[in-house]
């Protein structure tokens, strides 16, 4: 299946998926067709490219969303993409983009999607001084952070002191849920369903 990986910053998420396309378990599942950003100097693009990836962007600044998001479309078919990935796009999707890949859309979110949406779910779990935080993997919808989830990790948080050591326990675990649930349901090991 021919991935979009969509990211608007760092891309640590991006290039674990790219590994596991290039020599881990997405290997013969996935492959990575485009790496798109919204903002043209996001670290992760150029990063994508010395990995080997095609890359695009389209600046969003300024743009409205709809018309934006058909630009975006237009591109994603124009590399016949199978399943959009969010990994850090820092862009709420419309419903243009997400009625053209329904049910084909993934996000990988830093906290349990029920308890916290939007922004900040790490220094939201540091300053609440939980034990432990989920990461959640889900479809997109058109709510924020509540499509059907595919997939939750917990992450241990007892002991972290700081915010940086809490972001680098649970970033790795990110980077490994997210190929592992991407494998599980390029595989058909996973049937989603709508949350309640
Ligand atoms: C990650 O924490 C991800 O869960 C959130 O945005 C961050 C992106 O980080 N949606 P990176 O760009 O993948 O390093």
Redesign the pocket.
Known sequence: QRLAIL????????VALVHAVQKGKLRELAEVALVFSNIPEAP?LATAAALGCQTASLPSKGRKRAEYDAEVVKLLNSYRVDYVV????MRILSPTLIRAYAGRIL????ADTHQHQGLH??EWAFDNHLPETK?TVHLVDEGLDTGPILAQRPVDLRGATTLAEV?RR??AV?HELYADTLACLLAGQLHPTPNP
């Open positions: 990211l608007s910053g760092r891309g640590s998420n991006m992760g969010l990994a850090g796009f996000n990988i979110h830093p779910a790490y990461i972001e649970g970033l990110e």
